[in-house]
């Protein structure tokens, strides 16, 4: 069974820029969900999809938003980059949202 | 105070020997995940446990609700357990995930 895929797994933006993140979770995971880790402030919750609705939010700016399909595959944008955005943005994917979390390789954005 | 708290930040090894890392909440939770991370950044789900003890291979995850700790523990570690280990629990009343600052392990052979 073929695991989490996240794409791009490396990108360079410059400030102001936006980008957009993809996650294909396990095939039959209804749930993703999506992180930023960063030296800083360590990994912390963006948002959870589950059927193609919002769950669950975490503390970010409005410039943070994301959707899902309805093939369960997800992305997640982030539009006018500041350097602080800088980070490994990593998605996970579980069958009802409350288990086991299986995560993606992670996508890791250098903001210039 | 942070919600969820881990100890010891960093931690070093000798290979064969016993290892245990700690966990600490403040929130009433539903389950509490420990995940794993290797160098590169991909994580791997070790455990989800909401009560007791678990055991896979090597690891053995405990929790005790009661005093909001959980513990991992690495039995005859090994050079490829190397790796930051982090603890992960829900937010009260919602799925949101709050990490632990992690466990940073080195085992040398």
């Known amino acids: 069974k073929a695991g989490v895929t996240q794409t791009p797994r490396y990108l360079i933006k410059t400030r102001g820029q936006q980008v957009t993140l993809s996650c294909s979770p396990i095939?039959?995971?209804?749930?993703v969900s999506w992180y930023q880790q960063t030296p800083g402030q360590g990994l912390q919750f963006l948002f959870e999809?589950?059927?193609?609705?919002?769950?669950n939010k975490g503390n970010f700016p409005g410039r943070f938003s994301g959707r899902q399909f309805s093939n369960s595959r997800s992305e997640m944008n982030v539009s006018t980059l500041e350097l602080g955005d800088s980070a490994l943005y990593l998605c996970?994917?579980?069958?009802?949202?409350?288990?086991?979390?299986?995560f993606g390789e992670g996508s890791r954005l250098t903001v210039l | 105070k942070n919600e969820v708290e881990q100890s010891p930040q960093n931690l070093t090894a000798q290979e064969g020997e016993f290892i245990t890392i700690n966990c600490s909440y403040s929130?009433?939770?539903?389950?509490l995940h420990w995940l794993q991370q290797h160098p590169g950044g991909g994580i791997v789900s070790l455990f989800m446990l909401s009560s007791g003890k678990k055991k896979h291979g090597r690891l053995i995850a405990t929790i005790n609700i009661q005093e909001k700790h959980s513990s991992l523990h690495i039995t005859a570690s090994h050079p490829r357990d190397s790796a930051v280990y982090i603890c992960a629990v829900p937010s009260f009343n919602t799925d949101k995930l709050i990490f632990g600052t992690g466990t940073r392990l080195q085992v040398f052979p």
């Open positions: 999809y589950f059927s193609e609705t919002q769950r």
């Open positions: 095939s039959g995971h209804r749930s």
């Open positions: 929130v009433g939770i539903s389950a």
């Open positions: 996970a994917s579980s069958f009802l949202g409350t288990g086991e979390l299986f």
